[in-house]
C-alpha cells in the first residue's frame, strides 16, 4: 500500500465503474472514494490514510449524522480503516479544508508528510512473538540495488496498463519478508517495516522469516543462481517474498514456516517474471494469469478459492497485477496494483499484520 504518511496533494478523478454517484480520488498513491461533485481535479486535499490515529479535533468529525456512530475504529474511535464503498477501496480520510489555511502548513511543498505537524500518529497492531526478534541497523550494509515494496490500488492505475503485458499472480496474506545478499557477500534479513527503517533481523532460530528461509533453501539457491565470483564484490540479490503461515485464520495448509517469491532484484534490477527458473520458479506464487490486458477479466480473477495448498481451503486475498516487464506509472510510482477479493475484505478488520 502507499506509505503511511499524511500528505497534501492534488486530486484526480476517475470513473467510479460500480456506481454512478461516486468517483475514485487518486491523491499522491492514495485510493479515495468520493461523492461526485465534491471535488474537482486539481483540488487540493490533505489525505489521513489507514492505520491513522486522529487527535480528538479531528476524531470526533468522522459520525454517522443520523446515528452519532463514528466511521472511525479502536477504544477510542479514533483509528482509520480502509472501507470498501461499491466494491472498490477508499484508504483514508479526507481532512477538513481548514488544514489547508493553517499557519505553516500553507506553504509547504506537496506530497510532504503532515503528520508530526498535524499530531497524527499510526497503529501498528501486536506483533506475535514468532515475528519479532532483535533488530540491528544494517544502512551500511545496503547498496545501491536496495528495494522496497509496494502495492497500489488497481482503479486509480488501470489506465497505465497496455494491452498484452499484465502478469497476475495471487495475492497472499501473510508477510512480506525480504532476503537481501550485499555485494560483499551479507544476508540481510527484515520484514517491510523494518526495511523502510534500515534494519534487519538478527539471526534467531525462532524467528519465522528465518525459519522460512532455512526451510525453504533460499540462501543456497540464490548462491547457486547468482554465484559470488573470484572478486571481492558480487551481485546484489534482493527477494522479496510472501511468509506463511503468519495471519490468522490464513493457514494455506502449511505445517510450519514457509514462503513463496514475488519478486527478484539483480543489482537493483526486476528480473521478468517468465524468466525466472529452477528454485525461484519452484517456490514462486501462484501465477493466476498471463496474457492480453483485459480489466473486466482480472477483476473477476481477483475472487475465489486460495490456490498455494491445492484444497482451496481459504478465500484468496486478491490478485496482484504488473507488467511482464517492470516499469513506472505516468506519476514514478512502480506500477505494481492490488485487486482485494470482495470475500476476503469482508473480513478485514485492520488488525492484519502487514
Known amino acids: 500500500m502507499a506509505q503511511r504518511q499524511v500528505i497534501k496533494a492534488q486530486a484526480q478523478l476517475f470513473p467510479h465503474k460500480g456506481a454512478e454517484r461516486l468517483a475514485l480520488c487518486k491523491v499522491g498513491t492514495f485510493q479515495l472514494v468520493v461523492q461526485k461533485g465534491n471535488f474537482e481535479d486539481g483540488d487540493l486535499i490533505v489525505v489521513a490514510p489507514e492505520r491513522a490515529l486522529l487527535p480528538p479535533q479531528f476524531a470526533g468529525l468522522y459520525t454517522n449524522a443520523e446515528t452519532g456512530v463514528s466511521y472511525l475504529h479502536g477504544p477510542d474511535a479514533n483509528r482509520v480503516v480502509s472501507m470498501r464503498l461499491r466494491g472498490e477501496r477508499s484508504q483514508g480520510v479526507i481532512l477538513p479544508k481548514e488544514v489547508l489555511e493553517s499557519p505553516g502548513l500553507a506553504d509547504l511543498p506537496l506530497g510532504e508528510d503532515l503528520s508530526e505537524r498535524l499530531r497524527i500518529t499510526f497503529y501498528e497492531p501486536p506483533m506475535p512473538i514468532s515475528m519479532a526478534g532483535d533488530a540491528e541497523n544494517v544502512s551500511g550494509v545496503l547498496g545501491g540495488g536496495y528495494r522496497h515494496h509496494d502495492v497500489e490500488q488497481f482503479g486509480i492505475y488501470e489506465r497505465d496498463f497496455v494491452p498484452g503485458e499484465p502478469v497476475v ?36 532460530a525462532g524467528n519465522v522469516y528465518w525459519q522460512a528461509a532455512h526451510a525453504s533453501g533460499l540462501f543456497a539457491a540464490v548462491d547457486a543462481a547468482y554465484p559470488h565470483g573470484t572478486s571481492s564484490q558480487c551481485q546484489e540479490v534482493q527477494v522479496f517474498t510472501e511468509v506463511l503461515p503468519v495471519q490468522k485464520g490464513y493457514g494455506y495448509g502449511q505445517s510450519g514456516p514457509t514462503l513463496r517469491v ?7 534490477k526486476d528480473q521478468p517474471f517468465a524468466e525466472w527458473e529452477g528454485w525461484f520458479r519452484a517456490w514462486a506464487v501462484p501465477l493466476i494469469y498471463a496474457g492480453p490486458f483485459d480489466a ?20 484468496r486475498e486478491g490478485v496482484v497485477v504488473a507488467p511482464a516487464a517492470a516499469r513506472s506509472t505516468s506519476d514514478g ?18 488488525d492484519e499484520l502487514s
Not at 298 to 307: A, N, Q, S, V, Y
Open 333 to 350: 510510482t512502480p506500477l505494481r496494483v492490488k485487486l482485494i477479493s470482495d470475500a476476503y475484505a469482508k473480513k478485514e478488520t485492520g
Open 296 to 315: 473486466a477479466l482480472i477483476r473477476l480473477l481477483k475472487d475465489g478459492p486460495e490456490t498455494v495448498s491445492g484444497r482451496g481451503l481459504h478465500t
Open 262 to 268: 514475488f519478486r527478484v532484484v539483480l543489482d537493483g
Open 169 to 204: 499472480t495471487e495475492k497472499l496474506h501473510g508477510s512480506q519478508g525480504i532476503y537481501y545478499r550485499a555485494a560483499g557477500s551479507e544476508w540481510v534479513v527484515t520484514s517491510k517495516g523494518l526495511s523502510r527503517q534500515a534494519l534487519g533481523l538478527k539471526e534467531n
